[in-house]
């Protein structure tokens, strides 16, 4: 450990108070993907304020990217990215600064909305660490992107959005980062780091099915086509394709919400059914979207009805590389100590983080945030007189102000350490 590392931990240490403030501020005030409006204002006034080189707004909606050159002569570049919407879920967690955001006008709204995500983490825990590092500038041989990334839970169907957006406005081309990084908070014991070589995340996509039938009055089914039927026989036939892949390489295919414009008494024209598909390896995707959609077509047809399938928002699997992963271990447990640095399991929740890490190389990883503890199989569990533990995107899910100050640390050391060339692939 050099004093540059002392220098950035003591750094961080002095951002505690203020990236609480931020935390708790961007908690009470959440906006949904694609309407970030005052989340990226409060972000790039902050960087301007920290005196960065640049300070892109408006990036792929309302993302924002702030650009440090160092002082000192060097070609690495480092993007550490933070995502920064919400989510139509309810507040539930129990705390002061708790969110009653309501979107009025959100697409299929209005929406309950909060950081049910910890979004509002992220985005605190990286300004607090472009302060470190805009305080440090001198002694950065390279430059460092603040990537603060809009609509990570999908923008509205219909509308672009997220890193891809970023990338494709080319956001990130100058310079181009040799390295990205980020990290989700979860439900796992407090300033715990965990990670995984491989796939830390699935492969993702949306599915829309419509199936057409013909409207008629509900007493008088034989006149049109009623589509609910083979909606039923779609849904059904949908969890039992889990069991047409290997059950080594899990997948799931859920249909979360079912759009019918019926009424008790009218058999409707046509339902929508929305749903997603997770892969734990990529390469089944493709596999999986072709037996919904043949399921889909031909159980409307059964049904005298017509379908249409689509694929949307097709994020790829998070996949961290064993020689990325084995450079950065030791500032890993340098941040969180050794004991509390873990290999976790996979999970078939996704995160379009992959196409930064993909497109640059790098690592995506999790900090635990809650009152839990490792039991003797390594699965976290609830400490007594503690919240209790909750998933990300349920309403009663939390993130301990306490860790923030590990989450500022583990971006400042991580950037320090590929500029100076400590993490990088060998
Ligand atoms: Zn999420
Ligand atoms: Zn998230």
Redesign the pocket.
Known sequence: MSASHDELDSRAQATTAQVVRWRRHLHQHPELSNREVHTAALIADELTSLGLDEVRRGVAGYGVVGVLRGGLPGDRVIALRA?IDA?PVPDLCGVPFASHVVDQNYPGGPFPVSH????DCHTAMLLGAATVLAGMREKLPGTVLFVFQPA??GPPVGEKGGAREMLAEGALDDPEPTMAFGF?VTPYPKGYIGYRVGNQFGASCLIKIGITGQQVHGSTPWMGIDPLPAAGAILTGIGQIYRQVSAFDPVTVSIGHVEDVGRFNIIGQSVTLWGTIRCSVEADMGEVQQRVRTLAENSAQAYNCSATVEFLQDVPAVHNEQAWMDAALPTFRRVAGDERVVPTGATL?Y?DVSEFVNKYGGLYVTLGVQDAELNAEGMPVPVAGGRGLFM??NPHFYADDDTLVTGVRLHAQVAYDHLTGVIVPK
Do not use: F, I, R, S
């Open positions: 995502d989510l049910a995500c910890g979004h990570e839970e989700h929740g995160d990300n995107h």
